[in-house]
């Protein structure tokens, strides 16, 4: 017996770039031990596993998704769920109400609705909870930045929409180009305060854009991700907090450019008195490929 399996590219309109994702279908009877090793072997940033349930809890909670990274299972992140919603939606359209697939998370139901006829959509995350505030200089040190790099009116904080990450806003995204995280020494500091992994980004200066550009990367298990759903979501939350960028003002994030896999994330975030809510990640997906995987 085998598994259908999808691999598609997100954050995307070019086959090969962006953050590439394995969609895995008809997994209800797999055990957790099952798809993390089907996870080893695409050996992708995530790879996730389709349960359809009966058509009544579909339309209630969503469709059920579990997802895995090479070495763990995650409740939320942001690039398998907009690569799955479009899978969803050109392999099982009756998934798809009023332009929108909902997926029933580990985290909860996140809903991604789709413009048009195309594959790009935008996901709505959970709003945001703000953590700790963390010590500049061993943010810098950790990240092997300086601390003048960092953004001197915004200090990093862990914030998770479904993920805790370490927001660390720079100064200018020239900065990006000396990341260096020491994963042996940050990755027990980072889960002490509530955190996963950094993520770093700053403003493209004299862009000559009518939107806000900024860069971002983050680098985990040694490598570095093409783009990260999940924390971009983290960081317009904070940006919106602390007055970087207006209440409701679209931001365009560029990530992954320093291992050619260029990515284009769509974010928005408003603020209501103190709270930020409506948090809102979008791009686009492509096809890459279909297959099947011998049931293990």
Same mark, same amino acid.
């Given at each position: ?27 209800? &009877? ?44 995650? &409740? ?22 009023? &332009? ?34 963390? @010590? ?55 889960? @002490? ?70 990515? @284009? ?32």
């Amino acid at each position: 017996m085998a598994l259908d399996y999808f691999v598609v590219d997100v954050f995307s309109n070019t086959p090969l770039k962006g953050n590439p994702l394995a969609v895995v279908f008809d997994t209800a &009877n797999l055990s957790t031990e099952q798809m993390q090793s089907i996870a080893r072997e695409f050996n992708l940033s995530e790879t996730t596993f389709v349960q359809r349930r009966v058509a009544a809890i579909e339309r209630a909670e969503g469709v059920r998704v579990r997802i895995f990274t090479t070495q763990e299972e995650l &409740n939320f992140a942001g690039h398998p769920t907009l690569g799955t919603a479009s899978v969803l939606k050109l392999q099982a359209p009756e998934t798809l109400v009023n &332009n929108t697939v909902t997926l029933a998370l580990n985290v909860g139901s996140v809903p991604v609705r789709f413009s048009g006829e195309s594959l790009h959509g935008e996901m709505t995350q959970r709003d945001p909870e703000f953590g700790a505030e963390l @010590d500049r200089p061993t943010v810098a040190q950790l990240t092997g930045l300086a601390v003048d790099d960092l953004e001197p009116a915004l200090t990093p904080q862990v914030v998770s929409t479904g993920t805790a990450f370490a927001i660390v806003a720079l100064h200018s995204a020239q900065a990006l180009s000396r990341l260096r995280v020491d994963h042996k020494v940050a990755t027990p500091w980072l889960r @002490d305060r509530g955190a996963r992994w950094f993520y770093v980004l700053g403003p493209e200066l004299n862009a000559a854009s009518s939107e806000p550009i900024w860069r971002a990367r983050m680098q985990f298990y040694g490598g570095e991700d093409p783009a990260t759903g999940s924390a971009a979501g983290c960081a317009i939350s904070y940006l919106v907090a602390h007055k970087a960028v207006a209440s409701g003002q679209q931001v365009h994030v560029r990530q992954g450019l320093e291992i050619g896999r260029p990515s @284009d994330l769509l974010l928005s975030a408003k603020k209501q008195s103190a709270k930020v809510t409506d948090v809102r990640v979008a791009g686009s997906t492509v096809s890459v490929a279909i297959g099947h995987i011998f049931q293990p």
